[in-house]
């Protein structure tokens, strides 16, 4: 049997519910849309060279009572044990990611995401993506364009794989590729660890961060911030030193930075590695 949350209260509390929202489509798009907003996409401890726990309780004290977000084997395991608890007909699925790869490179399959039916329709719900996130449920089994609060997406078929792609600047940019395979809690265990400490890992001494909001995306990588509003040109600010990183992080994303002594250290090794660049 799958681990369960121990505290629902809480975690609906963070989205603003203050009582179980029903198993519906709708609840389902607010429940992506305040999620994406309230619990940050960070790899701060992949930045550091910290283990990444995928027990759920583990995950559930990070999210809910360290102030913190994380990557999407903590923050769609998080939100799929969410969806369960409130009666949604839910199961992870993982794909690959090809953003910035070149076409028909097949990369390591690690990325969670959720499949959920409702009334006989299928939906891929993802609350995990980082700075291009999809913040609205999208229907599996169509292939013209899905709004969402944010960009278009839409979800081409590719034999057994699909293909999720986002709509910037009028152009169709490819995210990940995905299957239905049924997945095994070691599946997710081995992901994790790819993820997490593989030295061809992009998470491994990167710091990223994104949060959405109505109309804008907010990100951080290679050295900047960046502020991406709708019908707007992106705003990008370098950030000059540690104090302004975690500045940033507490101010711009909302995270409770954690009093670590391997923090500093890292985001000073971060910002040289891109400054330099």
Request: glycine share 8%; aromatic share 8%.
């Amino acid at each position: 049997m799958s681990p369960s949350l121990t505290d629902i209260s809480r975690y609906l509390q963070r989205l603003d519910y203050d009582r179980p929202p029903p198993p519906t489509l709708d609840a389902l798009r607010e429940l992506q849309r305040r999620h994406t907003a309230a619990f940050p996409f960070e790899t701060l401890s992949t930045l550091m060279r910290l283990p990444v726990s995928m027990d759920l309780h583990d995950i559930e004290h990070k999210l809910l009572h360290e102030g913190r977000g994380g990557y999407c084997y903590e923050l769609n395991r998080a939100f799929l044990a969410l969806l369960l608890a409130l009666g949604f007909d839910a199961r992870g699925i993982t794909g690959r990611v090809v953003m910035g790869e070149a076409e028909g490179t097949v990369t390591a399959r690690t990325h969670l995401l959720s499949l959920v039916t409702l009334d006989g329709v299928r939906y891929t719900v993802d609350v995990g993506f980082g700075g291009m996130v999809p913040t609205a449920p999208l229907q599996l089994d169509r292939e013209d364009a899905q709004t969402t609060p944010h960009e278009p997406y839409r979800i081409t078929r590719q034999g057994e794989q699909y293909l999720l792609q986002a709509q910037v600047a009028g152009d169709w940019r490819a995210l990940y590729v995905f299957d239905l395979q049924q997945q095994a809690e070691i599946d997710h265990v081995v992901g994790n660890w790819y993820v997490s400490t593989h030295p061809d890992s992009p998470f491994l001494d990167e710091l990223r961060v994104a949060r959405t909001g109505p109309g804008w995306r907010r990100t951080l990588g290679n050295g900047s911030v960046a502020l991406h509003r709708t019908g707007h040109a992106s705003e990008r600010r370098r950030l000059a030193d540690v104090d302004a990183v975690i500045t940033e992080l507490r101010e711009g994303f909302g995270l409770r930075v954690p009093d670590h002594p391997a923090l500093a250290p890292a985001i000073a090794r971060w910002l040289q590695a891109h400054h330099d660049a």
